[in-house]
Structure formats: C-alpha cells, structure tokens
C-alpha cells in the first residue's frame, strides 16, 4: 500500500494557499479599475512606457475607423467628427477595462481545464486498455485510477467557473451569457438554441455525470477483482469500458464545444473535438509516466520495468504527432481557403499571441520528436521526465491560446493571476490523486492479464 508522504501533503497544501491568496489578489487587482478614469490612467501609462498603449486593441481600432468614416459624412461637421471620436474613445476605455476584468477568470478557467483534461484523458486511455484487453498495461492501473480520482471534483470546479462568469460575473468568459450581446448579434442570436445557459448546465451535469459513474464502477469492479473468486468482474469492466468510449467520444466533442470553443462563438471548426481530445489525451499520458516514474523512485511500482516506461513513452511521442497533424488540418485548411469568419481566429493569434502560438508547436511537436525519437531515450527515466514537463507546459500554453484571445485580447500577460492559478490546481490536483493512491494496492492481485503485465518485455 502507498502512504502520503507527510512532505507531499504539506506541499500540495502550500501550493493550494499560494494559489488561493494568488487568485484573490488577482481578482482584487482587476477589480481596482472600475471607473473610466483609472483604465484611461493606466492606458497613458502604457503609452509613456511602450506598452499595450502602443498599439491598442484590434476591435477598438476597427471601431474607431468605422466611426471616423461615418463622421466624414455627418452632417454636422467638425462638431459631430468630436462627437463620434469621443463616443470611439469611450467605448475603447469600456473594452479595456472589461478585458482587464476579464483576465483573473480566464486564468483561472484555463488551469481549471488543464488539469481536469488530464483526469478525462486519463479515464480515456484506461478505458480503451481495459476494453482492448491490452496485456502490457494492468500493472499501471492502479496509477490511472488515482490519477482519474480528480475528474468529479475538477469538471465540477470547471463548470462552476463557467456559470460563475456569466452569472455573478459579468459574462467573463462567454459573450453568448449576455443578452443583449445576443440581442443585438444575428449569428450569436442564432446559436442561441444550443447556447444559452440552462442547456448550457444541463450538458455539464451530463457530462459529468457520465464520466463520474464510468469512474465510478470501474474502480468499483477492480477492486472486486482483487478478491474475486472468478472473472465476472474483470468481464463487467469490459462491457462497461466498451459503452463508456462511445459516450466519451461524443460527450468530449460537445465539451470541447460548449467549454472552449464557444468562448469565440463567431468562429468553429469540425476539427475542434479531436483537436481538444489530442491535447488532453497526451497529457494525461504524461502524467501518468510522471506519477509512475515518482512512486518507483520511492520504492513503490517495482512490477514496473523500463518496458512499460518505454510503451508509455511511445504513446508520448505516437500522440505528440498526432496533435501536431490535427493542429496543422486545422491550421492549414482555414489559413488556405482565407475565409474571412474562419482566418480571423487565427490572425487574432498571429498578431498578439504569436510567440505563445509558435511557441506550443515547438513544445508540443518538435521537442517530443527530438527527445524521444530514439528507443533507448525512452527507457531513461530522467529523459522521459524533462520531455514529460516541457509537452505539459506545451498543452497548457495550448489551452490557454485557446481561452485568452477570446477573454483578454492583447492585454495577456504571465503574471501573479496565471501563475497563482497553476499553483492552486497543481495543489490540489496532488492531494486529491495521491489520497486516492492510498485507497488501494498500487498493483491488481487478480486481473487475468497482470502476470502477462508483469513479465512484460520486448
């Protein structure tokens, strides 16, 4: 059995505090521009500094070209060219400060995600090892079911972050919460059959509930296994795998939809699914050699030799490139038919996201290649380790082009509210998955494949 070391506890406890007083500092900060006049202040300081004040915000721009167009034909000459440049510059002050707003809700959505997709990968990649009866992976389980122990709690935290945006929020995150953004938008408007917030939580609850009950029996039924006298259980694993992937496919399609991709409701993409899916499904794979890799150096997972290191590795850098072939459909195909409601998605990346968007494609594709191209790297441990955290802050930088565009435009950063985020889910991410690890023998006693996984070797 594992025991809690009382170091990690104490650490992922710290790591919570720091986060928390992290995230509250954030939220206080923001909360500090609330009149016109501190965000105009802040603006003429960026000016005098070379910073955000230099180039502005795009759609404030657009608007304040379309006004100036719309005062060369007004009526009322040099009065109403003032007019309409006061009414530009206002509504641009109006635009900051809601990004400004905007900026500690989406750090922390972005970690809350990250580190709940782990959890969903994770219960994804266990699921199609025990539906495909794969022989190399039982002496794993037991790390994959700790790992999956924080899906209810993180989804849950996800969805309440989401509602709380939109509700005592104000509309954070999603602009198809407000009203009279939908009110006044024809495609927004027109979406509004799906997007609207009490379908909205319904779909969540689903998807929660599904994923949690999967969780649920699974671990129930492996551990029955353990001090069964038959395999009835090792078969209802099965037939529950089997069901659970097809729910899974479709449930983390319209996840990917709902959570992420409709914090640009303008903008989609058929990819987006499998594309969201790759991201997840890599880093859950990460984790779950990091966590392996962290118990058998103490002294626990001595079943666990350097071939199954070495098949863990291989799904790493399988599904690196995976990523990066979905990344590219994606990117290419809209990037070459140059529509103009699709590329925009893109270009908002290209031109204030650029080194964070270039930079996950190095972190993602062409490190993962390099590091582990070769078998013999595969079965180093502190090899496979250094690649394991630079593809996790790889998809964590890819989750968060995701979301920030969208919420803060121009005005990201990596300061105190995306840092203090990490720290209060890594926290917690730690205390929940190593107290799950303590529940139960970290190897399956009575699974039909586990000498089969035990003697595992090439």
């Given at each position: ?149 924080y899906l209810l709690p993180g989804a849950v935290i996800v969805l309440i972050i989401a509602i709380a945006s939109g509700t005592i929020g104000h509309y954070n995150l999603f602009i198809w919460m407000d009203p009279e953004v939908v009110e006044h938008d024809k495609l927004i408007k027109g979406k509004s059959g799906f ?182 790297y595969k079965r180093v441990p502190w090899f496979v380790v250094m690649t394991g955290l630079v593809i996790l802050l790889g998809h964590y930088i890819d989750i ?59």
């Amino acid at each position: 059995m594992y025991t809690f070391s009382k170091k990690l506890k104490t650490f992922s406890i710290i790591l919570m505090i720091l986060g928390l007083l992290g995230v509250a500092y954030g939220f206080i900060n923001a909360g500090s521009y609330d009149t016109p006049e501190k965000v105009e202040a802040l603006l003429a300081e960026e000016a005098h500094h070379g910073g955000h004040g230099d180039h502005g915000n795009g759609h404030a721009e657009e608007a304040s070209h379309d006004t100036h167009a719309e005062a060369s034909h007004d009526a009322h000459g040099a009065h109403g060219d003032e007019a309409h440049a006061g009414d530009a510059h206002a509504k641009h002050i109006e635009h900051v400060q809601h990004q400004i707003h905007n900026r500690p809700w989406a750090a922390l959505y972005v970690a809350a995600f990250f580190f709940m997709m782990i959890a969903l990968g994770v219960l994804a990649f266990y699921a199609i090892q025990i539906a495909s009866q794969a022989g190399w992976s039982p002496v794993l389980f037991r790390v994959m079911e700790g790992i999956t122990a924080y899906l209810l709690p993180g989804a849950v935290i996800v969805l309440i972050i989401a509602i709380a945006s939109g509700t005592i929020g104000h509309y954070n995150l999603f602009i198809w919460m407000d009203p009279e953004v939908v009110e006044h938008d024809k495609l927004i408007k027109g979406k509004s059959g799906f997007l609207n917030l009490p379908w909205f939580i319904v779909r969540g609850v689903i998807f929660i509930a599904g994923w949690s009950l999967y969780r649920h029996f699974s671990r129930k039924f492996s551990i029955a296994q353990d001090t069964a006298e038959d395999n009835k259980n090792f078969k209802k694993s099965f037939r529950i795998a089997a069901g659970f992937l097809v729910f899974f496919i479709y449930t983390e399609s319209m996840m990917s939809w709902d959570w992420i991709m409709s914090v640009d409701p303008h903008w989609f993409s058929t990819l987006f699914g499998w594309y969201v899916f790759a991201s997840m499904f890599v880093s859950g794979i990460t984790v779950i050699a990091l966590i392996s890799l962290y118990l058998k150096s103490r002294g626990y997972l001595d079943f666990v030799n350097e071939n199954h290191l070495h098949d863990v590795a291989k799904y790493m850098f399988a599904f690196s490139i995976f990523w990066t072939y979905l990344w590219f459909s994606q990117f290419m195909l809209i990037w070459y038919s140059n529509i103009p409601e699709e590329v925009t998605y893109f270009i908002a990346r290209f031109n204030d996201y650029k080194l964070p968007f270039l930079g996950m494609v190095v972190l993602n594709f062409v490190f993962p290649i390099l590091m582990l191209m070769n078998a013999d790297y595969k079965r180093v441990p502190w090899f496979v380790v250094m690649t394991g955290l630079v593809i996790l802050l790889g998809h964590y930088i890819d989750i968060f082009n995701m979301i920030m565009p969208a919420t803060v435009g121009d005005r990201w950063s990596v300061g105190i509210p995306e840092i203090s985020s990490i720290l209060l889910f890594a926290g917690l991410f730690i205390f929940v998955v190593f107290t799950a690890l303590t529940k139960a023998p970290l190897l399956v006693k009575r699974y039909p494949f586990k000498k089969e996984s035990e003697e595992f070797h090439y």
